[in-house]
């Protein structure tokens, strides 16, 4: 099955701990993106990456780091600077440009303890 | 900013009726894409405007860009309660895609 997977799909973490989200894709996409959902809102972006070893901030960049090691992989981790991590958090992503359709994976539902 | 904003925030419909949705953006496009989220799921992709296109179909969704007015619409026909989600427009240019708050649809029974 060609897709995009991330786990877990439910994550609880204690206020002060860093915590790692998975993101995994078999597509052959170069580019790979973020994105922070609250409850009723839209998606906002965190980071993308258009190619291995290349990423970019995006509009809510601050309390998250995140690396790209691998063209499949794309890991975001949420730090204890993070004010307000509680939130829905997916991960896309697509052929190249970010304007090209964006696949999405299922989530994962941070909430902080 | 050139976050799409949707109108109406929330839509309710009587299954078979035709559902329509409205996005309006700030500045210029490459495309416009609209997407559809189930809750708690991730986005699903719906349909792909270029900038040029005027009006696409994509089996029963119709949308529209009127790109001299920052706008775009999406039209369900004969909707179906299987339609209930949230549908997102996303303004694409060469740097980003964003994302508005949605249109929560219920298609009802």
């Known amino acids: 099955d060609g897709g995009i997977t991330q786990s877990p799909k439910y994550l609880f973490r204690k206020e002060g701990q860093n915590v790692t989200l998975s993101c995994e894709q078999n597509l052959n996409h170069d580019a790979m993106y973020w994105y922070r959902q609250d409850p009723g809102q839209g998606l906002r972006l965190i980071y993308y990456?258009?190619?291995?070893?290349?990423?970019q901030k995006g509009d809510i960049a601050e309390g998250y780091s995140v690396s790209r090691e691998k063209k499949e992989s794309f890991p975001l981790t949420v730090t204890s600077a993070q004010k307000n991590p509680t939130a829905f958090y997916l991960c896309?992503?697509?052929?190249?440009?970010?304007?090209?359709?964006?696949?999405f994976g299922p989530g994962t539902r941070l909430t902080v303890l | 900013s050139q976050q799409g904003e949707e109108d109406p925030q929330a839509l309710s419909i009587q299954e078979g009726e035709n559902a329509t949705m409205n996005c309006s953006y700030k500045?210029?496009?490459?495309?416009l894409q609209w997407y559809r989220q189930n809750s708690g799921r991730g986005l699903v992709h719906l349909i792909l405007i270029r900038s040029n296109e005027r009006e696409k179909h994509s089996g029963r969704l119709r949308v529209t860009l009127d790109t001299s007015k920052k706008s775009s619409s999406l039209l369900i026909t004969a909707s179906r309660a299987a339609d209930t989600a949230s549908y997102f427009c996303a303004p694409g240019s060469a740097r980003q895609l964003t994302f508005g708050s949605g249109t929560q649809l219920t298609v009802l029974p």
């Open positions: 990456s258009q190619i291995v070893n290349d990423f």
């Open positions: 896309a992503s697509s052929i190249s440009r970010p304007n090209n359709e964006q696949f």
């Open positions: 500045t210029s496009i490459n495309n």
